[in-house]
């Protein structure tokens, strides 16, 4: 903390047991919220069932009204979650207005390793929680490493791998898939100046594309970047 951090994070399903991860997830919030910080935990980043570190995250947020500071990234044993016991959790996470982020290439790729077939994807209940209106963002956090060799931090490869993995490729979920990078994203950071707005600062990539669907499917390269009103790629010419 007196270095500077901005983030307190942890991996509670890597403790030795259920009783210390616990431990560790109320400590970590608790030191965030001493010292005003975003948490972002690698939660329930494993196919076990039976590991719900999530449903502490969860609680600790909604006790101290810190939902949208919080962020419970991976959350990949959800998708083995029965479906009663969601029914129950989903209650939780709405009230505690946990933010989300969902890797969907290291997912697929780390994911489902003890499985003979079927395999499961791995991934955590995207769509469920959006439909929810909780804040779900795409992101990739493992660039050429052992973790995912082939991450190069393609946002729009990251949001069309994730968009196949959910099933997600109906219109409806197409037109606003680009907040899943945009948006919630943001949410999950915490920004309070973000979007394209007069005042705000001058922060934003151009995509090649009339709309999510077209930029989605050309696949193009970002057109020119801004970074606070400087132009640090321009492709127009």
């Known amino acids: 903390m007196r270095l500077g951090a901005d983030v307190v994070g942890g991996i509670p399903h890597f403790e030795f047991t259920r009783d210390y991860g616990v431990e560790s997830v109320q400590w970590l919030v608790a030191l965030a919220h001493k010292h005003d910080l975003l948490v972002d935990v690698h939660c329930d980043e494993i196919d076990d069932p039976e590991s719900r570190f999530l449903e502490v995250l969860a ?3 909604l006790r101290r009204d ?3 500071r919080v962020t419970a990234s991976h959350t990949c044993a959800m998708g083995s979650y029965n479906d009663h016991y969601c029914s129950r959790l989903f209650r939780l996470l709405k009230k505690s207005g ?3 982020l ?3 290439t290291e997912s697929l790729h780390l994911q489902g390793r003890f499985d003979n077939y079927p395999k499961r994807r791995g991934l955590t209940r995207v769509p469920e929680l959006l439909d929810a209106g909780l804040k779900v963002a795409f992101g990739q956090d493992s660039i050429r ?3 995912y060799p082939l991450g190069n931090g393609n946002m729009l490869r990251t949001l069309d791998v994730g968009l196949h993995a959910c099933h997600m490729l109906g219109m ?3 037109d606003h898939s680009l907040e899943l990078i945009t948006d919630n994203g943001a949410a999950a950071l915490d920004l309070k100046e973000y979007g394209i707005e007069e005042g705000l600062p001058a922060r934003c990539v151009v995509l090649q ?3 999510p ?3 989605l499917l050309g696949q193009l390269p970002v057109l020119a970047s801004v970074r606070d009103g400087r132009v640090l790629v321009d492709r127009r010419s």
Do not use: K, T
């Open 59 to 61: 609680a600790e947020a």
């Open 66 to 68: 810190y939902g949208s």
């Open 98 to 100: 946990l933010r989300f």
């Open 102 to 104: 969902s890797m969907p």
């Open 145 to 147: 490493d052992p973790w």
């Open 172 to 174: 409806g979920w197409i």
């Open 209 to 211: 594309g009339r709309s």
């Open 213 to 215: 669907y077209e930029v």
